[in-house]
């Protein structure tokens, strides 16, 4: 198995816009469902989003919907994340994480961050 790659994080201002993109070198991403989450220090993981390994069916957690958009590209084996009119409660570090039969045993990569100013 490969390590996960998260990509696309960084500073924006409130209202602003980030795309994030989640890789896995040497493994077929394209057999998983994808998860995003993220994380502030000192709190627990959260749930942000949702994609089927076919790209039929995605979900979003309250707090991102109609703010946050999945998508996957197969030709490219990435799942990304488009993150528009972030706000301060955005800030986080964001992990994806394949989920699915063996997919499951990915382990979790090093996130990337997302710092939202007001």
């Known amino acids: 198995q490969g390590q996960l790659l998260e990509s696309g994080g960084g500073s924006v201002q409130a209202g602003g816009s980030l795309r994030l993109s989640c890789t896995l070198p040497?493994?077929?991403?394209?057999?998983?469902?994808m998860h995003w989450y993220r994380q502030v220090v000192g709190k627990s993981r959260e749930w942000v989003s949702y994609?089927?390994?076919?790209?039929?069916?995605?979900e979003y957690a309250d707090s991102v919907k109609g703010r946050f958009t999945i998508s996957r590209d197969k030709a490219k084996d990435t799942v990304y994340l488009q993150m528009d009119s972030l706000q301060p409660e955005d800030t986080a570090t964001y992990y994806c994480?394949?989920?699915?039969?063996?997919?499951?045993?990915?382990?979790w990569g090093q996130g990337t961050q997302v710092t939202v100013s007001s």
């Open positions: 994480k394949p989920y699915g039969g063996v997919c499951n045993e990915v382990s």
């Open positions: 040497g493994f077929t991403a394209n057999s998983c469902g």
């Open positions: 994609i089927s390994s076919g790209g039929t069916t995605t």
